[in-house]
């Protein structure tokens, strides 16, 4: 039976006591009104046979706030569970027949129901007034609300100066004025009051001098609130600086072993990109096909300088010299055969570095010191937040958006490309990081990895991702009406157009969040999870292997978390959410809260030399295109109507029920040290640095982390890539054959 109707529950505040049943010889109108037959299905279409069991509406809701317009909430229940209701007007009930599991689960969706309808009409009262006496504090209780108010006391202690002189003095002589105050200190010294109480010093402002000083009993705590203070302006100066670096990205080619050429050639088919595209674009678009023994001629190698110089190059001189330079590509260029593949690129050929043009010879090691510069920027401006920040080396194929035009037999030079087109603004390329679709593509890795590397006792790993559009705060509870409304006692038109109008407000600010759950409980309910926005990559380089079937993309990662609190739009939603006996993500629809993406990620993890590598089975589904989930996406915050309202209270989306849109395979190498010291910055509080600097990313001679090393490293896995794992996609496109 369900919970509702069991009388020895423990909830003493739920909406059914099942003592209380409904009188139908009462001289009350009110069931009268709600029962009425004419507006709900009748039972005449019933089994003959009695009813297996029943669910009994809340006795203060009507059927319309429960079961929806002519009860269809019913019928979407008898489709997920497959038992036969009807609602009983008589006994104000709905009648179930079919199998127990059918029955119990059935009954599961009816008291979600019930109980949204329940949290809806009767929400947490902002005011103590007719409210029971509060209860005595537990010891703990106490304890905590003394350790809170001490915390105040101490706060208050160190605030202004001091009232004699302290033994211990430092200080820290602002170098820009022109950064205001406030935004410094905070709103009535909140950053300020945070570092006195915690370093146990005074802190105050000298505007005269610019300086802030510090004095106290404690010399390590004088000087560590001094650097606090420190920090704290580096961090808000980095924030305004326009100057500071934002994000970069580099294209770099990996140093060749020998002199090789590449073609820009149409996407192959079944070629899966990161983005989606239209089909005009994918045509548009080609990957890089390596030509070994492609040799450009001096006059073509002069031309090509005089025609597409640095200084000239741009998008529309080189569609105007498309139709001259498909006369002379191919005469142009000294093939060795007339054979394509002898001339491709055959992985783990022993090759002559003396062929290489002499510019190339020292490309790996202007790489390492492009990428130093770039990731020493942007882990110097992300050191002080305190946000998620991560860092990883993903691998796939890198496809071209804007490239020089040229026919598809044109064979660029490796000097070309490392030298003229990839350092270029207009020339743009992404990493295609999926790797396969179905588990045999992948295969040769894992067990290549099960075999030479170490696999994790917790692997495969499973988490669900959840992409939504979502509100900062919870809608405000709907305003009961007074029972003296039609006397004056309720709010005027004028309070009620303001709250409308605040509401509207509230919806209208949105932003974009990822919601992570890593760990479930045996229950089912949601147990580790996290809530991020403002994703972006600060740092993207990628480099190109022509010697191999991959390569790879170095990125630098940021995010801001949001709060785990439950009283949130996104703790709502977890709050909510499931798993199913499939491992699949059961989800309600609840307020300021509107996913529409959701993944479920499967990683097989393994320890190989100095690094992490995590093959990931990543199956996503698109809320868009799921039509009996969609139409409950819609604005929860109008009350005001019946269909908004059922979306409010809606069932549960049970994603086993549903097909993945979309299944890709991924891998990517990290470094576990890297995720250790990207930890600290999650706690980091007000003015604090974590204690990993920049040289432990990039001149780490105990551990060898330096960027030459990451690259030798990284292509040292794509080579094994390429031997073990096969691409999945067609290497050649239809119109080359």
């Known amino acids: 039976m369900s919970q509702y109707m069991d009388g020895d529950s423990d909830d003493g505040g739920g909406w059914r006591d099942a003592s209380i049943l409904v009188d139908d010889n009462s001289n009350s109108g009110f069931h009268q009104n709600q029962r009425g037959s004419a507006d709900y299905p009748s039972v005449e279409d019933a089994p003959d046979r009695q009813p297996d069991d029943c669910w009994m509406l809340p006795s203060n809701s009507s059927v319309m706030e429960v079961l929806g317009p002519n009860c269809v909430r019913l019928d979407d229940i008898r489709k997920k569970t497959e038992a036969y209701m009807t609602f009983n007007s008589g006994k104000y009930q709905v009648d179930i027949w079919g199998d127990r599991s059918c029955i119990d689960e059935a009954k599961k969706y009816l008291d979600v129901i019930g109980n949204k309808v329940n949290e809806r009409k009767h929400p947490m009262r902002s005011t103590k007034k007719w409210e029971k006496p509060a209860r005595e504090l537990t010891e703990k209780e106490k304890r905590r609300v003394e350790k809170r108010q001490q915390r105040k006391t101490e706060e208050k202690r160190y605030q202004g100066l001091p009232a004699v002189p302290q033994p211990f003095t430092a200080s820290f002589t602002m170098p820009d004025s022109n950064i205001p105050l406030p935004k410094i200190i905070g709103e009535k010294e909140a950053y300020l009051n945070q570092i006195r109480a915690s370093c146990k010093s005074f802190i105050w402002y000298d505007e005269g001098l610019h300086i802030f000083k510090v004095a106290g009993q404690d010399n390590e705590l004088v000087e560590q609130a001094a650097g606090r203070v420190r920090n704290l302006y580096l961090k808000i100066r980095r924030g305004t600086d326009p100057t500071m670096p934002r994000s970069s990205e580099l294209r770099l ?25 239209s089909d005009e674009q994918i045509s548009s678009y080609r990957i890089l096909e390596p030509i070994a023994g492609g040799k450009p001629s001096a006059s073509l190698v002069q031309y090509n300088m005089l025609t597409d110089g640095v200084k000239k190059l741009d998008l529309s001189t080189m569609q105007q010299q498309q139709q001259k330079q498909q006369q002379q590509s191919v005469s142009l260029i000294d093939f060795g055969d007339n054979n394509d ?3 491709a690129i055959h992985p783990g050929q022993n090759l002559d570095t003396s062929e290489i043009a002499e510019s190339l010879r020292d490309l790996n090691i202007r790489n390492a010191k492009m990428m130093e510069r770039a990731l020493d920027e942007g882990l110097e401006s992300l050191r002080l937040l305190d946000w998620e ?44 990081p999926c790797i396969g679709t179905t588990y045999n593509h992948v295969k040769g890795l894992l067990e290549y990895l099960s075999v030479c590397g170490e696999e994790y006792t917790d692997s495969p790993r499973t988490s669900y991702v959840i992409e939504a559009i979502q509100n900062p705060t919870l809608p405000e509870p709907a305003r009961p009406e007074s029972k003296y409304s039609h006397r004056g006692g309720g709010p005027s038109r004028g309070e009620q157009a303001a709250a409308a109008a605040a509401a509207e407000a509230a919806s209208a600010v949105t932003w974009k969040s990822v919601l992570t759950v890593n760990t479930f409980t045996k229950e089912g309910h ?40 439950y009283d949130t739009p996104q703790g709502q939603f977890v709050n909510y959410l499931r798993r199913s006996k499939d491992n699949r993500l059961v989800m309600s629809v609840t307020p300021a809260y509107r996913p529409h993406i959701i993944k479920q990620r499967t990683k097989w993890v393994y320890a190989w030399k100095r690094y992490i590598i995590e093959v990931e089975k990543e199956e996503m589904w698109d809320m868009s295109n799921m039509d009996d989930t969609h139409h409950t996406i819609i604005n929860s915050n109008d009350h005001n109507n019946h269909h908004s309202t059922a979306a409010a209270a809606g069932l549960p989306t049970d994603l086993s029920s549903f097909t993945p849109h979309r299944v890709n395979y991924y891998v990517t190498m990290a470094r576990e040290n890297w995720r250790y010291r990207f930890a600290e910055n999650i706690d980091l509080a007000i003015g604090e640095a974590p204690t990993w600097t920049i040289r432990d990313f ?3 001679n105990v551990d060898e982390e330096n960027t030459a090393m990451l690259q030798k490293d990284a292509k040292e ?21």
């Not at 490239?403 to 603004?425: G, I, V, W």
């Not at 896995?717 to 054959?737: C, G, Q």
Request: hydrophobic share 40%.
């Open 341 to 343: 593949d002898d001339n």
């Open 389 to 432: 920040i991560s860092m990883e080396v993903a691998f796939g194929q890198i496809y071209l958006l804007n490239y020089p035009k040229r026919d598809d037999f044109y064979t660029f030079s490796s000097e070309q490309l490392a030298n003229l087109y990839f350092p270029h603004h207009v020339f743009n390329s992404k990493l295609a």
């Open 698 to 700: 990039l001149a780490n």
């Open 526 to 565: 949601a147990g580790l999870w996290n809530c991020v926005t403002d994703s972006n990559t600060l740092v993207n380089i990628s480099c190109a292997n022509l010697e191999g079937e991959y390569s790879w993309e170095t990125r630098l990662n940021y995010a801001r978390r949001l709060p785990s609190d």
């Open 253 to 277: 080619l990996y140093q060749p072993t020998r002199n090789i050429g590449a073609r820009f050639i149409k996407l192959p088919k079944n070629f899966v990109s990161c983005d989606l595209y």
């Open 717 to 737: 896995f794509a080579d094994i890539m390429t031997k073990v794992l096969p691409v999945f996609y067609e290497t050649r496109p239809a119109s080359l054959v």
